[in-house]
């Protein structure tokens, strides 16, 4: 049946990590969280790869399920475009999940559109083919900076996920057509972009279909204990 989010959730984007190199994970007991479909979906990949498709899709059903009052198994999530929905009654949560190398990012936004993505620091893709003219030359301006450069390379390569994967057509939109503010903050078309406060070493952005205040969206770590 579906459902209808807790009116208790006042701020605008909450969002959890998950160190998926943590050893303390227990993928058994996370999995048992994960309908059928999702454990079956997860099994066709190699070992790397089960595991970080059990443990985001765990995680993202347990604090779900904390929000709806449901249990994690319960939570009506489907996936359509590739990126998770949740069904309800009214307009949901919206919710985007993101995981490179050893970290993931589980995002959900009340009643809002959402994607988020996260890379590491560094150069971001290789090549040029994935930017529009103004973000060139807005990164050529800068190309002498060096750490700071690539950073706002990876920034502009993050906003493009994160709008990308909130309207849910994924890089089938080429990513040029996707032009980037400066720094990866403010707004893009129906789109409101900020960077998200990761640790050191990573770079992610969120895109919302709504105004939202960057200073009060935390990232909270959420540990191998939370789904035992």
Known sequence: ??????????????????????????????????????????????????????????????????????????????????????????????????????LALVAVAPRAGLGVDLEPAGPGPEGDEWLAAP?????????????????????????KEAVLKAEGTGLRRDPRTVVTPAGGRGRLGSWWLAPLPVPAGWVATAALDRRWDPARARVRPLTPERLR
């Open 135 to 159: 973000e060139l030359a807005r990164l050529a301006g800068r190309a002498g900076e060096g750490t700071g450069g690539d950073i706002e390379r990876t920034r502009a390569w993050t906003a």
């Open 1 to 102: 049946m579906p459902t209808s989010l807790r009116p208790s959730l006042p701020a605008p984007l909450h969002v959890w990590s998950v160190d998926l190199a943590d050893d303390r994970w227990d993928e058994d007991a996370a999995a048992a969280r994960l309908t059928p479909g999702e454990r079956a979906a997860a099994d066709r990949g190699v070992a790397a790869v089960r595991r970080r498709r059990v443990l985001v899709r765990a995680v993202l059903r347990t604090v779900l399920g904390d929000l709806l009052g449901l249990a994690p198994a319960d939570v009506p999530l489907e996936v359509r475009g590739g990126r998770p929905l949740v069904r309800c009654a009214r307009r949901g949560p919206g919710v985007s999940c993101s995981a490179a190398g050893g």
